[in-house]
């Protein structure tokens, strides 16, 4: 059957009533989650990475034991061995035979060797002036060749945290240098506040564009998008409390609207649950910072009823768009 055969089939199903353009929307969402289900994050990946986590906590813990060996020994624990932690991990994987468990080591190898490359980072910055007091116009340089050094062993071992990485340290080094120009400029924290939002929104829209340049990284395209959501609202919500407290809730009542209306679209209950624990936490917010004066059990109640309002809205929304 041709595509427009199949196409005029379809249209004419829809206009006689006997396919609904809801059954049509379901297929859809059931082909694409089939499409992605092997590129979730399994329960045997997480152990891996949490198993990488843990190696590289205990690198840390020989830094600190060896603190007085001097500079060139905590390089070479990170810088030198973080490549040599990257090699192995290459060796690993690099063969198309390689087993779900030469593969999960593989990953978990990548990221120790890209924590402790960051950790040799954060030490060569130090060199430039004192422990723990690190300019952030002179952190960016580092972020930036970090950026490049995880772009370039991405593109031969091709592994998608490497990618990922890569991503999140160009637009911190981005991150840096604007916060360092605020920091000098003496900026307000509403400012500040703002700035980050909008650095939350380039890191997922930075991913969305370079991980569709390739076939091989477009399914990496969204993999920031609930992260950045989170990191901007919770910014927006730590500066409601300062002084421009009202225009930070009405931007963080359209954000919260507009996250509602993105997970109905894309069909994502981890972002109505991400809406909805933000409501939850505006609403008692409000509640205490506002009703107060008529005592803590008027608050409360008020904030009984605004969470029981938010979950029957919630639960509203997941039976008749996400169910």
């Known amino acids: 059957m041709s595509k427009s055969t199949l196409l005029e089939d379809l249209g004419t199903a829809l206009v006689s009533g006997e396919v609904s353009r809801r ?139 490497l990618f990922l990485m890569s991503i999140l340290l160009g637009v911190a080094a981005v991150g840096s240098l604007a916060l360092g120009f605020l920091q000098t400029a003496q900026a307000e924290g509403d400012i500040i506040a703002a700035v980050i939002v909008l650095l939350a929104a380039l890191l997922a829209w930075t991913t969305r564009v ?53 997970s109905i679209a894309s069909r994502q209950r981890i972002l109505l649950g991400t809406a909805s624990v933000f409501l939850v936490l505006v609403a008692i917010t409000l509640s205490f910072r506002y009703f107060s004066a008529f005592g803590v059990t008027t608050s409360l109640l008020l904030s009984a009823a605004a969470i029981l309002g938010v979950a029957m809205l919630a639960a509203r929304i997941n039976k008749r768009n996400l169910a």
């Open 23 to 161: 059954d049509v929307e379901a297929v859809l969402a059931e082909r694409a989650t089939d499409a992605s289900a092997g590129r979730k994050l399994s329960v045997m990946q997480s152990l891996f990475y949490v198993a990488g986590l843990i190696l590289f906590a205990a690198v840390l813990s020989v830094i600190g034991q060896t603190w007085g060996g001097g500079t060139g020994l905590h390089l070479f624990l990170t810088v030198v061995l973080g490549a040599a932690v990257w090699l192995i991990a290459y060796v690993l994987g690099k063969s198309s035979q390689a087993s779900e468990v030469q593969r999960g080591l593989a990953d978990a190898l990548l990221l120790t060797g890209s924590l402790l490359m960051i950790t040799g980072g954060y030490i060569v910055t130090n060199l430039i002036g004192a422990y723990g007091s690190v300019d952030l116009y002179e952190a960016a340089p580092a972020l930036f060749a970090l950026a490049g050094v995880h772009a370039l062993i991405w593109v031969v071992v091709r592994r998608d945290l």
């Open 210 to 262: 370079l991980a569709r340049l390739s076939p091989a990284t477009a399914h990496l395209a969204t993999s920031y998008d609930k992260f950045a959501i989170a990191l901007g609202l919770l910014v927006m919500y730590i500066a409601s409390f300062g002084e421009y407290a009202w225009v930070w809730y009405l931007l963080l009542a359209g954000a919260i609207i507009g996250v509602y209306y993105w």
